[in-house]
Nanobody, 120 residues
Framework: QVQLVESGGGLVQAGGSLRLSCAAS????????MGWYRQAPGKQRELVAA???????NYADSVKGRFTISRDNAKNTVYLQMNSLKPEDTAVYYC??????????????WGQGTQVTVSS
């Protein structure tokens, strides 16, 4: 099992910045991925950004150039720096963790979610 503890989030005006953090603990494989998803009311959960233990990153087109994902492998912590926030970024943001199994497939875990609200 992997436990995820999220922090950050809150209310910010459009154009502002926020930083999310998520610390993982428990049974963590050397090869893993961490990321952030978000879900707005009435919409499906969508990938925002992800980063592997090797440093490969992936971003949603809607956040490229505004959000930056990074991680501290020693602390098993992932960060999401969100700049130039827009009202459409308003959502519950969920930390995601995947252990990459040696023979393929993943074990996946979710944080409890943190609200990000961007006012216009």
């Amino acid at each position: 099992q992997v436990q995820l503890v999220e922090s950050g989030g809150g209310l910010v005006q459009a154009g502002g910045s926020l930083r999310l953090s998520c610390a993982a603990s428990g049974s963590i494989f050397s090869r893993n991925g961490m990321g952030w998803y978000r879900q707005a009311p009435g919409k499906q959960r969508e990938l925002v950004a992800a980063i592997t233990s090797g440093g490969s990153t992936n971003y949603a087109d809607s956040v490229k150039g505004r959000f930056t994902i990074s991680r501290d492998n020693a602390k098993n912590t992932v960060y999401l720096q969100m700049n130039s926030l827009k009202p459409e970024d308003t959502a519950v943001y969920y930390c995601n963790f995947k252990n990459f199994k040696l023979l393929g497939g993943t074990d996946e875990y979710w944080g409890q979610g943190t609200q990000v609200t961007v006012s216009s």
